[in-house]
């Protein structure tokens, strides 16, 4: 049974169901989610929550991504890992979440991202871009109908961005998306690129600003 805390402003609050097995780390979290202005409801078990599932959804889904008995939803979701190492980031992403945050955290942080990913998760009327195009089959992405002359790694990048509009990604998502296979890489990769990207971009479209800077968390690409 999920143990629920209660606030007088509830009703009006994005309600986040968390899924932690460690009461301190589960109590700091809920605080500081609470202090931001959610209402929480607190897991230590995965069972209980998908038995919840059948009956209503929360807003958000913050999970240990150690718990076993947890499957995939629709509701935006946030992993907890376990340490920070790369097999950790790449199960989260690859099985679907929205994000993840290494253990130790900074609950500001969480806070901070799950609202990032509940505001892109609204629901927008949306339309194919006419602006970029991509073609797998060539590795190839056109702008305003023209092919852009990428590097191999400013397609793929730019590739990830496009498969996901809106989505906020860190630095370390995209280098684990994009140079997993690489042998070495630099902290400021991404960043790099990124602004290879924006340049060749305004090439074609001076105005151009498809590609976003969250500061302290990432970059998105904004079709709309």
Sequence with gaps: MGQRIYDEDAMQKKVIWLVEDEASIA?????????????VEWFPLGQPLLTR?????PDFLILDVGLPDISRCDTPLMFLAA???EIDRLIGLEIGADDYVAK????REVCARVRVILRRSQPVATQPSQLLALDEERARISFHGQPLALTRYEYLLLKTLMQ????????????????????ESLDRTV??????????????????????THRG????????
């Design 53 to 57: 599932l059948e009956q209503t959804r």
């Design 164 to 183: 996901a509009p809106g989505r906020v990604y860190s630095r370390q998502q995209l280098m684990d998306l994009v140079w997993s296979e690489a042998e």
């Design 83 to 85: 340490r920070s190492e």
């Design 27 to 39: 109590d700091t979290l809920i605080y500081a989610l609470q202090t931001d202005g959610f209402e």
């Design 104 to 107: 130790p955290f900074s609950p």
């Design 217 to 224: 968390l990432g970059y998105s690409l904004e079709l709309a």
């Design 191 to 212: 960043d790099t690129h990124i602004k290879t990207i924006r340049a060749k971009l305004r090439e074609r479209d001076a105005d151009a600003n498809l590609i976003l």
